[in-house]
Every structure is written in C-alpha cells, then in structure tokens.
C-alpha cells in the first residue's frame, strides 16, 4: 500500500513547483481509439493499452468492457483516488475507500430514435464509502475538498469545449 506521507510530500513538491512555474501545470492528455474487429476498440495512451467493446445483444462480441463502463469507471476511481490524495495531503486516516456510480440512460437515444431523448446519461449519481478512524465531520469535509478538486468530477459536472476534425484518407475534409 502506498504510503501517505509519500502522497503528501509528492504534492506539497508539485504544488510548490506549479508555484514558482505554473506554466508547467499546462499538460495535454492524448489517448487514441482504433476499431480492431467488429465494435471492439484498441484504446491506448502512452504505455497503456486498454480494449473496449458492446455486449453481444449491441453487435461486439463482449471482450472488454463497455465505453460506459470505463467512462463511469474512469469517474469512480478520480473520486476514490482524490479522496485517498487529500487524505494524505491532511493527515487524515483513511482504512478503506469505495466509490460506486449509478448511471441512468436510455438507449434509444444512442440508437437514434428519438431526437428528444439524449445518447449519453441523464441522472448520475455515486456513493462514496469510507472506513476511517477519524471524526466524521472531518471526514465529510475532506469528501468535500477531494470532490471540489477531482478532475473527473468536474469533467462530467461541467460542460466542456469540444472540437471536431475529421480526416478522410488522410486528408482533412
């Protein structure tokens, strides 16, 4: 297990860098999806090599998880994974962590067969579990601060610019 004293000095470090040089906190994330066979994708980033497919009843052969599952995956561990940071960061003992997320979603949207009704979710919800000895106000507002600064959180919270290019044959149309 890792050891929190280590969590904190690594970000007191970061946060002392992005101090003195906060242009070094500009980052870019690049992760590329290509079809491999039928619905399943090849998901990789950097050294990490994932794979996403649909179950069989949507037209994949069921070989990976869903897009949805590592979508709502990708959510459960940011929020776990900030709890257990900011923890860390203020001494805050922490046993055991547990993030579960209900999505609620309607498949014809993403089937296209009713404009009215949207592809993605239309009410997310998660439950956060924590084992800890410490008092539980104290914890409540270290959930607070963690959601507060967890990426993912804010990723699916607040809406984003999103831009498009499409390349045909190498060429973009």
């Known amino acids: 297990m890792a050891d ?14 992005l101090s003195r040089k906060s242009g070094r906190g500009h980052l870019k994330g690049v992760t590329t999806a290509r079809i491999e066979d039928g619905l399943r994708c090849v998901i990789e980033d950097g050294p990490w090599k994932l794979s996403a497919d ?10 990976a998880p869903t ?16 709890i257990a940071g900011w923890a860390a960061r203020r001494e805050v003992p922490i046993e055991a962590i547990q993030v579960e997320i209900q999505a609620d979603f309607d498949a014809r949207g993403e089937l296209g067969m009713d404009d009215s009704i949207p592809p993605g979710y239309q009410d997310i919800r998660y439950v956060i579990s924590v084992d800890s000895p410490a008092p539980a106000d104290e914890v ?5 601060v963690a959601e507060r600064y967890s990426p993912y959180v804010d990723v699916f919270a607040r809406s984003q610019t ?12």
């Open 4 to 17: 929190p004293q280590k969590i904190r000095e690594i970000a007191e470090r970061n946060v002392e860098i």
């Open 54 to 63: 649909m179950p069989v009843k949507a037209g994949g052969e069921e070989t």
């Open 67 to 82: 897009p949805g599952t590592l979508g709502r995956g990708a959510l459960a561990s940011c929020i776990a994974i900030s």
């Open 140 to 144: 409540a507002k270290l959930v607070e």
């Open 162 to 173: 999103m831009k498009r290019v499409v390349r045909l044959n190498g060429e973009e149309v």
